[in-house]
C-alpha cells in the first residue's frame, strides 16, 4: 500500500473483465467477521451481506471508546442506547406469517433492515450531546448503514489524515462509501470511475504493511481489483494479506476469495 457486510449485502457474483460493455454488476463490500451480515463460505454463500453493512464492522471495534466517555448521566443513557440499538438483530419479517398482535416481550426488539436499526440508533445518539462527538467515526458508521452517504464521507474526509488507526479507519470508510456509490449506479462509466476510486483509496488505507490492518488494506484491495476482472492482481494481494497475517481476523473470508479468483 485494503460485510456482503457486506456488500455486506447478498451480493452479485464477481464482475467479467473491464473491458465488456454490458454493466458490471458490482460485489458490495464485506468486512469480516465483526460484521453482523452472514460471513463467507467458501463454495457454498456467495459473497456478500447487504449493500451498506458497516457498523458491525466498525461498531464493535468503538464500542469500548464510547462507555469510557459516558461523563453527564443523561448523555450516557443516550449513549448506551444507541450502542445498544446498533447491535440489535434484523430480522425481516415474513410474508407467510401473520403479524403478531403484539411484541414479544420475552425477546430483544429487532429491525427489519440494517437502514432501520442505523437510523434508530442515529436518533439516539444526537440525544447523547457532547458524548455523540467523542468518536464520529462510529457516527460515520452509522451514517453509511442508514444510507446517508454523503454525511458519512463527509466524516471519512475529515479524519483521512489522522495518525494512527483513526486515520486508518477513516481512510477504509472512504472505500466502502465509494464502493457503495458505485454499487448504486446503473451508469457502468460512472460505476468503473467509482470502483478506480475506491482502489485508489484502498491502496492508501494502511500504507505501512506491519500497521494495524494491513491485512484487511490488502483484502479490500483485492475485492475491487476482482470486481474490476483483475483477478491475477486480487489473488496477489490476497496471498500478501495472509503472508502478513497468517492468522489473520478474516482468514476464512481471504480463503474464500481465493478460491473465487483463482487463476491458472
Known amino acids: ?27 458490495t463490500p464485506i468486512a469480516g467477521p465483526e460484521s453482523l451480515a452472514d460471513r463467507l463460505r467458501p463454495h457454498i454463500k456467495k459473497i456478500g451481506a ?34 445498544d440499538l ?16 403484539a411484541p414479544d416481550a420475552t425477546k430483544p426488539k429487532t429491525f427489519p433492515t440494517v437502514k432501520d436499526r442505523a437510523q434508530a440508533a442515529l436518533t439516539a445518539l444526537d440525544d447523547a450531546g457532547g458524548l455523540a462527538e467523542a468518536d464520529p467515526l462510529y457516527r460515520a458508521a452509522l451514517l453509511m448503514d ?42 457502468s462509466a460512472e460505476q468503473q ?15 505501512d504493511d506491519k500497521g494495524p490492518r494491513a491485512d484487511y488494506a490488502h483484502y479490500h484491495v483485492a475485492r475491487v481489483l476482482a470486481q474490476l476482472g483483475r483477478n491475477a492482481e486480487a489473488k496477489a494481494e490476497l496471498t500478501k494479506a495472509l503472508e502478513l497475517a497468517p492468522e489473520s481476523d478474516i482468514k476464512d473470508d481471504i480463503t474464500a476469495r481465493l478460491a473465487l479468483v483463482d487463476v491458472p
Do not use: C
Not at 64 to 78: C, F, I, L, Y
Not at 153 to 176: K, N, S, W
Open 86 to 101: 446498533a447491535q440489535r438483530g434484523v430480522e425481516a419479517p415474513d410474508p407467510a406469517k401473520p403479524a403478531p398482535a
Open 146 to 187: 442508514a444510507g446517508r452517504l454523503d454525511e458519512a464521507t463527509a466524516i471519512y474526509a475529515a479524519h483521512a489524515t489522522d495518525a494512527g488507526l483513526d486515520g486508518v479507519r477513516a481512510r477504509e470508510g472512504q472505500g466502502y462509501a465509494a464502493e457503495a456509490r458505485a454499487a448504486a449506479t446503473k451508469d
Open 50 to 83: 447487504g449493500a451498506l453493512a458497516l457498523a458491525g464492522v466498525l461498531g464493535a471495534f468503538y464500542t469500548w471508546r464510547w462507555m469510557s466517555n459516558r461523563k453527564a448521566a443523561t448523555h450516557s443513557v443516550a449513549l448506551a442506547s444507541a450502542v
Open 1 to 27: 500500500m485494503a460485510n456482503n457486510d457486506s456488500d455486506d449485502t447478498d451480493a452479485a457474483p464477481e464482475t467479467e473483465t473491464v473491458a465488456a460493455k454490458a454493466p458490471r454488476k458490482v460485489v
Open 193 to 207: 470511475k467509482l470502483l478506480e476510486q475506491a482502489l485508489a483509496v484502498f491502496k492508501t488505507m494502511q500504507p
